[in-house]
T-cell receptor, first 112, second 113 residues
Framework: GQQLNQSPQSMFIQEGEDVSMNCTSSSIFNTWLWYKQEPGEGPVLLIA?????ELTSNGRLTAQFGITRKDSFLNISASIPSDVGIYFCAGQKETSGSRLTFGEGTQLTVNP | NAGVTQTPKFQVLKTGQSMTLQCAQD?????MYWYRQDPGMGLRLIYYSASEGTTDKGEVPNGYNVSRLNKREFSLRLESAAPSQTSVYFC????????????FGPGTRLTVL
């Protein structure tokens, strides 16, 4: 079953605000990924993390690989209306081969 | 370069009907995947093919079969559709099992009445 707990489930914010969301697991992952999905589309990769403690940025997005390897965080600074969508975390274990485990998603709404 | 394409985009079936969802990628990727997405559940892996000629069960394989027809194409078949299979189905591919980026198709929205 689902091994990743993603929170919050939804967020309603004003344009310009910063956003934080996270994923936690009871088990260790070797890779953490963050995806964004817009309505009617498939998920698109935003950031990939490979090392415990790693902090990686992609424009206004910053993600961190937790030092325990059981969690990851995504921050979005100065949100804009086009940030609207569902954000998913995903983890990969060495022992799972090529399989990813996805979180339940965070639905982000940005009010202009 | 179309990336990952899926057909059809929408489908309505009656309980017990069968159908095949098609997926193709033109990126010369070795690994392909089928997921289903349900509200509040994220994406759950149904089946995957790490390389041409191999297929393996994912998290929720019951009620489905797959065929890796060639390197480009990976189809998902529902032999006897059930209302519980109402979902959005996504195909994905990546260059190899050990690279990070999975590229997703646009999805097939399936309703089983």
């Amino acid at each position: 079953g689902q091994q990743l707990n993603q929170s919050p489930q939804s967020m309603f914010i004003q344009e310009g605000e910063d956003v934080s969301m996270n994923c936690t697991s009871s088990s260790i992952f070797n890779t953490w990924l963050w995806y964004k999905q817009e309505p009617g589309e498939g998920p698109v990769l935003l950031i990939a993390l490979y090392k415990a403690g790693e902090l990686t940025s992609n424009g206004r997005l910053t993600a961190q690989f937790g030092i325990t390897r059981k969690d990851s965080f995504l921050n979005i600074s100065a949100s804009i209306p086009s940030d609207v969508g569902i954000y998913f975390c995903a983890g990969q274990k060495e022992t799972s081969g090529s399989r990813l485990t996805f979180g339940e998603g965070t639905q982000l709404t940005v009010n202009p | 370069n179309a990336g990952v394409t899926q057909t059809p985009k929408f489908q309505v079936l009656k309980t017990g009907q069968s159908m095949t969802l098609q997926c193709a990628q033109d990126m010369n990727h070795n690994s392909m995947y089928w997921y289903r997405q349900d509200p509040g559940m994220g994406l759950r892996l149904i089946y995957y093919s790490a390389s041409e000629g191999t297929t393996d069960k994912g998290e929720v394989p019951n009620g489905y079969n797959v065929s890796r027809l060639n390197k480009r194409e990976f189809s998902l078949r529902l032999e006897s559709a059930a209302p519980s299979q109402t979902s959005v189905y996504f195909c994905a591919s990546r260059r190899s099992p050990h690279t990070d980026t999975q590229y997703f198709g646009p999805g097939t929205r399936l309703t089983v009445l």
